[in-house]
Nanobody, 115 residues
C-alpha cells in the first residue's frame, strides 16, 4: 500500500519557524517530483514549493525567501523549512509525490500562525 505521511505541523507565533517532513513509502517505483501545497479555510489549494529528483526547486511568490524545500532521494523524503512565518501562512499543508503515472497525496498537517 502506498503511503505519503506528513509530520511537523503545529502552532507558532508570527516570525517563528517550523519544519515539515514528508515520507513516501518505498514501494513507489520511481518518484520524480515532490512538494507541498496548502489550503486555508475558504480558499483553494495552492502550490507552495516543489522539488525534482534532480533537486531543482520552485516556490510560490508568497513564500520566496522564507521557505526552503529540500529532499533526500534515498529516503523518499521531502522537507519544508518555514521561517518568518506570517498569519497568512496558516493552512493545512499537503505533501505529494509524483511517480511515473500517479500522484500520491498525504492527508495534510495543520500549520497555525497566531499571536
Amino acid at each position: 500500500q502506498v503511503q505519503v505521511v506528513e509530520s511537523g505541523g503545529g502552532s507558532v507565533q508570527p516570525g517563528g519557524s517550523l519544519r515539515l517532513s514528508c515520507t513516501a513509502s518505498r514501494n513507489i517505483y520511481r518518484i520524480y517530483g515532490m512538494g507541498w501545497y496548502r489550503q486555508a479555510p475558504g480558499k483553494q489549494r495552492e502550490l507552495v514549493a516543489t522539488i525534482t529528483d534532480g533537486h531543482s526547486t520552485d516556490y510560490a511568490d508568497s513564500v520566496k525567501g522564507r521557505f526552503t524545500i529540500a529532499r533526500d532521494n534515498a529516503k523518499n523524503t521531502v522537507y519544508l523549512q518555514m521561517n518568518s512565518l506570517k498569519p497568512e501562512d496558516t493552512a493545512v499543508y499537503y505533501c505529494y509525490a509524483r511517480a511515473v503515472v500517479d500522484v500520491y497525496w498525504g492527508r495534510g498537517t495543520q500549520v497555525t500562525v497566531s499571536s
